[in-house]
């Protein structure tokens, strides 16, 4: 338990370092202590009951001394007459809440008084009860946490969220044009609740909502916000979140710098408006949401289009597509005038009849063309066949010479070629003789 006793503190517990709200710092535990009672060691043998469990547990914290404690007052208790008052100290980042027993005196002495929701640096000695096993912590100082110290840690908070890119633009998603249905988180009966449903049904009557009413000042808002917001996000009919809530202090509004919402919105699905305050209020909200609306009017009027607005938008539209079409049948009507009064589609026949003569000169030119081609031509074949047979053999047997063959038909051209007595024919113009070779030349 020294080892345990060494790593926990007020620094663990306190954002500022452990100081409180006019730099008080926090006392150091105490140095590890030995367990010198007489109760012999545990073992599986001789185990201990619990009650002496309990009161070494006792003991060991009793041993802590006094720490200085931050947090956040979730509730007061006080009984008339009572001199004791108890205090419920929530620690919003972890979720985890102590009882604190204070005297009243104590609790007078603060100023501003102290109220739910406040947060405070106490000074106070855990005790551990060990017949009902239970630690609680009894304060003898209270402080509450000023506006400027709050400012610093909403400040140091804030550049720990964007050095983890929780307020990176590129991350930010855009709400659709027209939300099938829009889940709003916000106070029960409260001035913003009906500004964002005024303002959003008077653009647009159809618009659907899921409203889920959660406490949104004080010690319960934070985690009745989460809660909301799984629902939400979890619902696929929701296309998009509104976390509404209308002006305040900076204390009032304190819940909506909470790191732990800042990082359920950012893990959320589902796009996020924060319609928080009025237009000079920035929670940290206002950072990681998808979309800041400066006030819940202002969500109203961006959630939805104006459907005055888009019915005005689509009269122009068709008034502009009739004026276009209109000008192009005019246009085009009027080019079809113009074609239609020219003189070929007046009076084609006038271009028919201009256009005959042409024709025919034409076509008398072609035939005069043609029939020279053709004397031509006549004339240039009766020249070739009569030079064909002035140079055919039928020509020079005209001329009374005769064509001397064998009886194979072989042309005898020589004499020589033939022998005394051998067969002849002889080819004239008229035809053809039989002949005898009767002798040789000598």
Same mark, same amino acid.
């Given at each position: 338990?020294?080892?345990?006793?060494?790593?926990?503190?007020?620094?663990?517990?306190?954002?500022?370092?452990?100081?409180?709200?006019?730099?008080?710092?926090?006392?150091?535990?105490?140095?590890?202590?030995?367990?010198?009672?007489?109760?012999?060691?545990?073992?599986?043998?001789?185990?201990?009951?619990?009650?002496?469990?309990?009161?070494?547990?006792?003991?060991?914290?009793?041993?802590?001394g006094?720490?200085?404690?931050d947090?956040?007052?979730?509730?007061?208790s006080?009984?008339?007459?009572?001199?004791?008052?108890?205090?419920?100290?929530?620690?919003?980042?972890?979720?985890?809440?102590?009882?604190?027993?204070?005297?009243?005196?104590?609790?007078?002495?603060?100023?501003?008084?102290?109220? #739910?929701?406040?947060r405070?640096?106490?000074?106070a000695?855990?005790?551990?009860?060990?017949?009902?096993?239970?630690?609680s912590?009894?304060?003898?100082?209270?402080?509450?946490?000023g506006?400027?110290?709050?400012?610093?840690?909403?400040?140091?908070?804030?550049k720990?969220?964007?050095?983890?890119?929780?307020f990176?633009?590129?991350?930010?998603?855009?709400?659709p044009?027209?939300?099938?249905?829009?889940?709003?988180?916000?106070?029960r009966?409260?001035? %913003?609740?009906?500004?964002? &449903?005024?303002?959003?049904?008077?653009?647009?009557?159809?618009?659907?909502?899921?409203?889920?009413?959660?406490?949104?000042?004080?010690?319960?808002?934070?985690?009745?916000?989460?809660?909301?917001?799984?629902?939400?996000?979890?619902?696929?009919?929701?296309?998009?979140?509104?976390?509404?809530?209308?002006?305040?202090?900076?204390?009032?509004?304190?819940?909506f710098?909470?790191?732990? &919402?800042?990082?359920?919105v950012?893990g959320?699905?589902?796009?996020?408006?924060?319609?928080?305050?009025?237009?000079?209020?920035?929670?940290l909200?206002?950072?990681?949401?998808?979309?800041?609306?400066?006030?819940?009017?202002?969500?109203?009027?961006? &959630?939805?289009?104006?459907?005055?607005?888009?019915?005005?938008?689509?009269?122009?539209?068709?008034?502009?597509?009739d004026?276009?079409?209109?000008g192009?049948?005019?246009?085009?009507?009027?080019r079809?005038?113009?074609?239609?009064?020219?003189?070929?589609?007046?009076?084609?026949?006038?271009?028919?009849?201009?256009r005959?003569?042409?024709?025919?000169?034409?076509?008398?030119?072609?035939?005069?063309?043609?029939?020279?081609r053709?004397?031509?031509?006549? %004339?240039?074949?009766?020249?070739?066949?009569?030079?064909?047979?002035?140079?055919?053999?039928?020509?020079?047997? #005209?001329r009374?010479?005769?064509?001397?063959?064998?009886?194979?038909?072989a042309?005898?051209?020589?004499?020589?070629?033939?022998?005394?007595?051998?067969?002849?024919?002889?080819?004239?113009?008229?035809?053809?003789?039989?002949a005898?070779?009767?002798?040789?030349?000598?």
């Amino acid at each position: 338990m020294a080892d345990r006793r060494d790593r926990t503190g007020a620094d663990r517990h306190s954002p500022t370092g452990g100081a409180s709200g006019d730099g008080v710092t926090a006392r150091p535990y105490p140095c590890p202590v030995t367990d010198t009672d007489a109760t012999p060691r545990s073992s599986a043998d001789e185990p201990w009951p619990v009650r002496v469990v309990s009161q070494k547990i006792s003991a060991w914290i009793g041993r802590l001394g006094w720490v200085w404690v931050d947090g956040q007052v979730a509730q007061i208790s006080r009984r008339p007459g009572a001199s004791t008052v108890f205090l419920t100290l929530r620690d919003p980042s972890a979720d985890l809440s102590l009882t604190v027993t204070t005297n009243r005196d104590v609790l007078d002495l603060g100023a501003p008084e102290l109220t #739910d929701g406040a947060r405070v640096v106490l000074r106070a000695k855990p005790e551990f009860y060990p017949a009902r096993g239970t630690l609680s912590l009894r304060a003898d100082e209270i402080r509450q946490v000023g506006l400027g110290e709050l400012l610093a840690r909403l400040e140091k908070l804030k550049k720990l969220l964007a050095a983890e890119g929780l307020f990176d633009r590129a991350r930010k998603r855009r709400p659709p044009f027209l939300p099938q249905r829009i889940g709003l988180i916000t106070g029960r009966a409260s001035a %913003a609740e009906r500004d964002v &449903l005024t303002n959003a049904r008077r653009r647009w009557p159809a618009v659907d909502f899921r409203v889920v009413n959660v406490a949104v000042q004080g010690s319960g808002a934070v985690p009745q916000m989460i809660d909301a917001l799984a629902v939400l996000d979890a619902d696929p009919s929701i296309d998009v979140i509104v976390i509404a809530r209308g002006g305040g202090s900076v204390e009032d509004l304190l819940p909506f710098s909470d790191e732990a &919402l800042c990082r359920a919105v950012f893990g959320c699905r589902t796009p996020v408006v924060s319609a928080v305050g009025h237009e000079t209020d920035a929670p940290l909200l206002d950072y990681v949401a998808d979309v800041r609306a400066s006030t819940p009017t202002d969500a109203g009027k961006r &959630l939805v289009p104006d459907l005055a607005e888009e019915l005005r938008l689509i009269a122009l539209a068709r008034h502009r597509l009739d004026r276009a079409v209109a000008g192009l049948l005019d246009r085009e009507t009027h080019r079809l005038e113009m074609v239609r009064s020219r003189p070929v589609l007046a009076r084609p026949q006038v271009l028919l009849d201009g256009r005959a003569g042409e024709v025919d000169a034409l076509r008398d030119r072609a035939t005069r063309c043609l029939e020279h081609r053709l004397s031509a031509g006549t %004339a240039g074949l009766g020249h070739t066949l009569a030079r064909l047979r002035a140079l055919s053999p039928a020509a020079t047997l #005209d001329r009374g010479y005769a064509i001397v063959q064998d009886t194979a038909g072989a042309v005898v051209r020589s004499p020589d070629d033939v022998a005394v007595g051998d067969p002849l024919r002889l080819r004239l113009a008229g035809g053809e003789l039989p002949a005898v070779a009767a002798a040789r030349p000598e």
